[in-house]
């Protein structure tokens, strides 16, 4: 497996709650439209594109980031039109800032 350096990929919001396609799609969201939006993006324009989704800020109450995160690239399905489509698992935000196996 190789290592991916997840620090060099736009982050922007996913609403988990927003699954759907067994779990391997997200409908986009206000959040994700306005992250979309501050990088000069639409779903349109960012289809075909990776990028590192966040489930919003939280933390541990040790202080410890605890957001919920993945990787996904925007894909236009016949079905449902431009989506977020999920690579790989879900995985805490400690475990960011390094690298994972992917």
Do not use: H, Q
Not at 17 to 33: E, K
Not at 64 to 93: C, H, Q
């Amino acid at each position: 497996m190789k290592k991916e350096d997840l620090t060099s990929l736009p982050e922007i919001y996913a609403d988990l709650s927003a699954a759907f396609g067994d779990d391997r799609y997200f409908a986009t969201s206000y959040g994700t439209l306005e992250d979309l939006k501050k990088l000069g993006l639409t779903p349109e324009t960012a289809v075909g594109k990776r990028f590192l989704f966040n489930s919003g800020a939280d933390c541990a109450p040790d202080g410890e980031p605890a957001d919920i995160m993945f990787l996904g690239t925007f894909v236009r399905d016949s079905e449902y039109g431009v989506v977020v489509k999920l690579e790989g698992d879900v995985f805490w935000r400690a475990y960011k800032d390094g690298a994972i196996s992917s």
